[in-house]
């Protein structure tokens, strides 16, 4: 199975165009941008408001969630004033969960439909149930018969629908056969989509979206494949839902969205924030902008053979261990390691004072970087104080001579890792850097290319006692290619030379897809070329080199490792991006949960604003906190509501209790800042 030209090039999937209104969805189209109102949708002055406030800053897709047939008839008044305010072009969206009846009235007022397969026509009652092929079968028919009218109503209107499949909201029926995997998101898309063929119908985009990263970017893939299997052609929404709020839910999202836009996959992106929806757009912009700018570069169509990992199962790359420093090392069950980058020499003191700051000190950079260009600055080492981290990496330019390698080293104390670029034509070079390592007990960190690893792989080879870190040189990036496909050619290269040696991850400028200097951009370009490498399996080490402050790298690796599910850090939240549904402020609630419990490393808690679809999407959560009626809320331990209709006040504290209860809470730690 392929789900994809290259995944090396970003070769952008062929897919037929999908017309949402006056908006092109797919086929040559550019990628699109959308959102989602959050207003109660019958309060339609405040939804008009919401999908004006959101076209006016570049949303060009408007989805707005239509709970019951009552919501679903506002929708005729929205788009009318929508329209008459200037954005009749803006095509509105309607979201529907369980009811068809509400699927039926909002098809006759809005461009596109969005139904939920685990929920439109099946139950969700979390119960086991054995179900025979017959039972199935029949169960398709029901299906079938439930789905139609609107398939059928859709083609009549020039309407498109989205099969919008989340990861917490599969069928019984499906998770019967299934379970709840990717394989059960997949499948229950294509039921849906087959019954929409044999309509004769092709309007219709399809979404995969999960929660975690991971699991949602398996569905993606395997959609596609399935759908290549099967000659369809239909464009994709991308998504993480639940990503949360401010730095976790930006990476989260690029993590899982990026990976597939380096793909050739998407045609349409919305970014979940918990946050007001206009502050979805910038990100999903940049995102679209930077995976626009790799469909320009001349890659050819013809299929790329892939690598040999298996992009539908996680697996880590098999490495051995690697000590970096005493009680610090990589290796195939410990955690990737963060580095940070001094600019100089005579950074370091700096560097250091800001990486002992008590801010870190569940988060510490482990390695501080320090390019060294001269015996000069060998010798300057020698008068750096004690530094608040477990190792130094030097970073050796490429015009220091071997012998003057030498004689700084004789000078310094290990351990160090000695990081230098090597060619195809530096064999002797890495001889004679791998034998200084050797000698003085430090690890070598070699920058190279997947096509320098034949001619290199001997030497390494040769020098196995050697401790050895592998990362790509950045100088040898040729376009068409983007980093994270020269990284798993790295890898590949490697697996084909018997190296086995642990890899290195940098964000650096130089690997940057666009190079801006806003935050923003910055975490985009770590968290894809980390994330989508990370999911893959790879990476035992991280550096975000693009950002100098050495706090926020440090955060932001941080940050970054646990969206990507390889070092958890501080609690996981699961937050719903809220929508006409939901029965709190979810903002507000979110931070305030985040502030009382942030500090319960590895423990995941859903905070989801309405019990229709908040205990499914929550997915694989710890706890729950979910609305269950206006003002009050239920918590969950898993998928079991455990206490019901508490007064808001009071479900903050009992919330906590019920972390005491089952042994996962922890005093935090007092933190005094400077
Ligand atoms: S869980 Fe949140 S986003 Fe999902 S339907 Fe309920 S309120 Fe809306």
């Known amino acids: 199975m392929s789900y994809c030209t290259s995944r090396f090039h970003t070769v952008r999937r062929p897919t037929l165009e999908v017309k949402v209104g006056a908006v092109g969805v797919g086929g040559a189209n550019p990628l699109r941008i959308q959102s989602m109102t959050t207003s109660d949708t019958q309060d339609v002055d405040a939804t008009v408001r919401q999908a004006i406030a959101l076209a006016e800053v570049g949303c060009e897709i408007v989805r707005i969630t239509a709970p019951n047939v009552q919501a679903a008839r506002c929708l005729k008044d929205i788009r009318a004033r929508f329209s008459a305010a200037g954005f009749s072009h803006v095509p509105l969206v309607a979201d529907i969960h369980f009811l068809p009846q509400a699927a039926m009235e909002a098809v006759e007022h809005v461009e596109k439909v969005r139904v939920n397969p685990g929920n439109y026509a099946d139950k969700k009652k979390f119960a086991v149930r054995e179900y025979s092929d017959a039972d199935y079968e029949r169960e398709l028919q029901r299906l079938h018969d439930a789905f139609s009218p609107l398939v059928k109503r859709a083609r009549e209107l020039g309407r498109a629908l989205r099969i919008g499949t989340n990861h917490g909201s599969l ?260 001889e004679r850097l791998a034998d200084l390592a050797r000698q003085g007990g430090h690890t070598l960190a070699v920058a190279t290319t997947a096509g320098a690893i034949p001619a290199l792989g001997p030497v390494l080879a040769a020098r196995a006692d050697v401790p050895l870190l592998i990362t790509l040189a950045e100088a040898a990036l040729t376009a068409p290619a983007h980093t994270v496909g020269a990284y798993r050619a790295l890898a590949d290269a490697l697996r084909v030379a018997g190296l086995r040696a642990p890899l290195w991850i940098r964000s650096t400028a130089g690997t940057a897809i666009q190079r801006e200097n806003t935050f923003l951009s910055k975490l985009l370009e770590a968290s894809i070329l980390a994330g989508s ?142």
């Open 171 to 430: 069928s019984d029926r499906i998770m019967n056969r299934y379970g709840d995997t990717p394989l059960g998101m997949v499948e229950s898309a294509l039921e849906f989509l087959r019954i929409g063929q044999s309509h004769g119908f092709d309007q219709m985009i399809l979404s995969m979206k999960a929660s975690n990263p991971k699991v949602m970017i398996q569905a993606y893939r395997l959609l596609v494949a399935r759908m290549n299997e099967e000659q369809m052609h239909y464009p994709l929404h991308l998504g993480v839902t639940e990503a949360g709020d401010g730095e976790d839910g930006r990476i989260k999202s690029a993590i899982g969205i990026g990976s597939l836009l380096l793909d050739g996959l998407g045609d349409t992106i919305r970014v979940s924030l918990t946050e007001d929806s206009v502050y979805e757009i910038p990100v999903a912009r940049a995102l679209a902008q930077k995976a626009m700018a790799l469909w320009s570069a001349d890659a050819a169509r013809t299929p790329v053979p892939p690598d040999a990992i298996d992009p539908y199962r996680y697996t880590k790359r098999e490495t051995p261990v690697v000590s970096l420093a005493p009680a610090c090392a990589v290796g195939p069950d410990l955690p990737p390691r963060v580095m940070v980058r001094a600019a100089s020499v005579a950074d370091l003191a700096a560097s250091a004072q800001a990486l002992g700051s008590p801010r870190l000190v569940d988060t510490p950079a482990e390695g501080l970087i320090v390019p060294v260009a001269s015996a000069a600055d060998f010798a300057a080492l020698h008068t750096v104080p004690a530094l608040p981290v477990r190792f130094l990496v030097l970073e050796l330019v490429a015009t220091l001579s071997p012998d003057v390698v030498a004689a700084g080293l004789a000078g310094t104390k290990a351990p160090l890792v000695l990081l230098h670029a090597f060619g195809q034509a530096d064999g002797s070079r890495l």
């Open 533 to 674: 490498l990370l999911c893959d399996g790879l990476g035992d080490a991280l550096s975000i080199e693009t950002e100098a402050d050495v706090q926020r790298a440090t955060t932001l690796a941080y940050n970054v490792l646990q969206g990507a599910g390889a070092r958890i850090s501080k609690t996981e939240f699961v937050a719903c991006p809220s929508c006409g549904r939901t029965l709190f402020d979810l903002q507000t609630t979110t931070q305030r949960i985040r502030e009382k419990t942030g500090h319960l490393k590895g423990v995941k808690i859903a905070i989801m604003g309405c019990i229709v679809n908040g205990p499914g999407e929550m997915a694989d959560a710890d706890f729950g906190y979910v609305g269950g009626a206006p003002g009050k809320i239920n918590l969950y331990v898993g998928k079991t509501c455990v206490q019901y209709n508490l007064p808001q006040a009071e479900a903050d504290d009992r919330l906590i209790a019920l972390i005491k209860e089952h042994g996962r809470w922890v005093e935090p730690r007092p933190v005094t800042v400077a």
